[in-house]
C-alpha cells in the first residue's frame, strides 16, 4: 500500500501576495547587480570573486553589494528598495 505523504506550506496566509517572474535580461553588458548576501563569514570571499567575474566576463557596470541586518530573516524594505534600481540579483549564503 503506498504512504500518504502529507505537504505542508510553511508561508504564513495573512501576508502572502501573488508573486511574477521578473524578465529575464537577454545580456549583463551595462547592467547593474546587486548581491544580497546573509552576511555569514564565507560570502565576503566569495562575492569579491564573483563580482569581478560578473565586471570582467560579462560587462557589468556596477555591482552592488548589500548585507541583510539578520541573515535568519527575509531583506528588509531598505534592501527591496534599492533593489528596484538593478538589473539582476544574486541571493547567497554562506557559512
Given amino acids: 500500500m503506498p504512504a500518504t505523504i502529507e505537504v505542508l506550506d ?3 496566509e495573512e501576508t502572502a501576495t501573488e508573486l511574477r517572474v ?9 547592467r ?5 548576501s546573509n552576511g555569514k563569514h564565507g560570502t565576503g570571499p566569495f562575492f569579491d570573486s564573483f563580482a569581478a567575474e560578473m565586471r570582467d566576463r560579462f560587462g557589468v557596470r556596477e555591482v552592488v553589494r ?11 524594505e531598505e534592501i527591496l528598495d534599492a ?7 544574486v541571493a547567497g549564503i554562506g557559512d
Fill in 32 to 36: 547593474v547587480v546587486g548581491i544580497v
Fill in 83 to 89: 533593489a528596484r534600481r538593478w538589473h539582476a540579483l
Fill in 10 to 12: 510553511p508561508t504564513y
Fill in 66 to 76: 548589500v548585507v541583510k541586518p539578520n541573515y535568519s530573516a527575509p531583506a528588509g
Fill in 22 to 30: 521578473a524578465d529575464r535580461a537577454d545580456t549583463l553588458t551595462g
